[in-house]
């Protein structure tokens, strides 16, 4: 069955970094894209990065370019980010979202991780 599992949450001061993983099973890896999303409370879900299956092409909010880096190992099955100069307004529940299939329609999502920037 198709499993999605972060890893890496946690709290962190302002400035900090932190990385998530995303360990990944049940398909094929490395023909899906890869994003994660984050849900702060009271907020809507937002797409945070993307990474296509290839690895070869990212794409960031305009909120965290610069600070987080989105790579993928697909001999690991497993897809990151790299967050750093964290702020406080990145505190949310991160989420990975595999995307696959005709025009990417079929989606797995995980189940969360907690992000806390605070001092």
């Known amino acids: 069955q198709v499993q999605l599992v972060e890893s890496g949450g946690g709290l962190v001061q ?20 890869m994003s994660w999303y984050r849900q702060a409370p009271g ?6 990065a993307t990474v296509t299956a290839a690895g070869g092409t990212t794409n960031y909010a305009d909120s965290v370019k610069g600070r987080f880096t989105i790579s993928r190992d697909n001999a ?5 980010l790299q967050m750093d100069s964290l702020k406080p307004e990145d505190t949310a529940v991160y989420y990975c979202k595999a995307a696959r299939g005709y025009k990417a329609l079929i989606t797995y999502w995980g189940q969360g991780t907690q992000v806390t920037v605070s001092s």
């Open 76 to 80: 690991k099955n497993t897809v990151y």
């Open 43 to 48: 907020k809507e879900r937002e797409l945070v």
């Open 14 to 33: 302002p400035g900090g970094s932190l990385r998530l993983s995303c360990a990944a099973s049940g398909f094929t890896f490395s023909s899906a894209a």
